[in-house]
């Protein structure tokens, strides 16, 4: 009798459509990570008319994925073919994002594939402290001094003055303090650059690499004649060699010094960075409130070839007061690169998501308002763009991602493997581009 019970209940399991076979076998995972791209406590905006509910799909398995290809009216990405041409050009990649890039995903499968086609051009851009606990970059770990940093971001962090590096962050210290870098055997930077805040309070920064090598600067404006109050703040950088087998590099700190981040990369030879850039809770209209200026010196400092805007897993949960305000504000950004010279732009759709109402799984209708509010933005700048959510298969998508294991159970990140699939897709995308301007 109980070997005839377990046969007909897993005989019903089999049966069951596979959102709900998903929540028997996570149980109660899902609404742990509900608000996961959001942060805590951030409420769910109800989407206008309800869409087909995708509890009642009789689809037949998993959508063929189709080869998207990128929208690049204005030839944006001309700027970067251009410089893959050139035999003895750094070309830096900087990939900003949301939580979908967290953990290094997507970035790091994209600096693969660029660098075994065209040259390891170092790691790039980093936090010179772990900017949140589960913080990580493939080939990098960090110690610092605890209690003496405060750690600004974009969301869900301080942000008192705008302030932020390119990387969406900022860590300050008051007095003495630390932070320590530890590089895996694969580096291959021959190059280390400390970018950090100048202005009227006094503070003084130390790099040391492997404690052979050190250099130390005061980050006090000193050639103004105004008085300190009325002294401008600008972004400066603290640049030395370092050998390619380098491990360690520590950074002191004493005074007060804001630091936005430290670049490894490697200079005078042909190769890329492919720069992981991720804001935590951010969304792309809160960009246009950084300090613009700030923004373009670092951007002026290390001139990218291109930069990667990837955003949507938390605009579609909530994108401000309105979409033409978010759309207006993603252009206020997007213009900020689009005005650079020999500087392409990519803006990368928000994927799927799935929500639950009335107990059904259904597309969230707002992300086709924020792709759509996006795709205008970057063609009214004249970026590129690329269709992300209709790279994955459309509307519903990311359910067949799940039964593939691609992602996490909220129905709305990507797991490694899925961003090293959503890497494959855009890398295709990538290449067929570039393929036009040889």
């Keep these: 009798m109980v070997l005839a019970s ?8 089999l049966l069951l459509p596979t959102p709900f076979r998903v929540v028997l076998r996570e149980g109660g995972s899902r609404a742990k990570g509900r608000n996961l791209a959001s942060g805590v406590g951030t ?5 206008s008319p309800a869409s087909p509910s995708l509890e009642h799909d009789k689809g037949s398995g998993i959508p063929a994925v189709h080869d998207q290809e990128i929208e690049d009216p204005a030839e944006s990405l001309a700027a970067l073919a251009h410089a893959l041409k050139h035999p003895h050009t750094l070309v830096r990649i900087l990939h900003i994002g949301d939580s979908q890039i967290d953990l290094d995903h997507i970035s790091a499968d994209m600096r693969q594939r660029m660098q075994s086609r065209h040259g390891a051009g170092g790691h790039g851009l980093l936090p010179v402290i772990r900017p949140w606990r589960w913080f990580r970059q493939r080939g990098i770990s960090y110690t610092a001094q605890k209690g003496l940093w405060d750690r600004f971001r974009l969301g869900g962090g301080k942000r008192p003055d705008n302030r932020l590096g390119l990387g969406l962050l900022a860590a300050q210290s008051e007095g003495y303090a630390w932070s320590r870098i530890a590089l895996s055997a694969g580096n291959v930077a021959n190059q280390a650059s400390l970018s950090y805040l100048a202005g009227p309070k006094r503070g003084s920064i130390e790099l040391r690499v492997d404690k052979s090598h050190i250099k130390r600067i005061e980050t006090q404006v000193s050639e103004h004649r105004a008085p300190k109050h009325e002294r401008p ?3 400066r950088l603290l640049t030395m060699p370092i050998p390619t087998n380098a491990r360690v590099l520590r950074i002191i700190t004493r005074g007060h010094v804001r630091l936005f981040g430290l670049a490894l ?3 005078g030879q042909k190769g890329v960075t492919w720069e992981n850039l991720p804001a935590i809770s951010g969304r792309f209209h809160q960009l246009a409130q950084l300090d ?3 923004f373009e010196q670092q951007l002026k400092l290390r001139p990218p070839s291109m930069v990667v805007f990837q955003f949507g897993a938390n605009d579609a949960i909530s994108y401000g007061d309105s979409i033409a305000s978010y759309k207006r504000n993603v252009g206020i950004t997007l213009s900020r690169i689009t005005k650079l010279p020999n500087v392409a732009c990519l803006v990368i759709g928000p994927l799927d998501q799935l929500e639950r109402r009335g107990g059904k799984l259904q597309s969230r209708r707002s992300v086709e308002r924020v792709l759509n509010a996006q795709r205008s933005a970057a063609r009214d700048t004249g970026c590129a763009f690329w269709d992300a959510h209709a790279a994955m298969g459309g509307a519903g998508s990311i359910q067949h991602w799940r039964a593939r294991r691609l992602t996490r159970a909220d129905f709305i990140h990507l797991n490694k493997r899925g961003a090293a699939e959503l890497a494959r897709l855009l890398d295709t995308a990538l290449v067929a581009s570039l393929q036009r301007f040889r």
């Design 265 to 267: 990369e490697r200079v």
């Design 292 to 294: 613009g200026t700030l």
């Design 43 to 47: 409420p769910v905006k109800s989407p």
């Design 6 to 13: 377990f046969w007909l209940l897993l005989i019903l399991a």
């Design 233 to 235: 703040h600008e972004t």
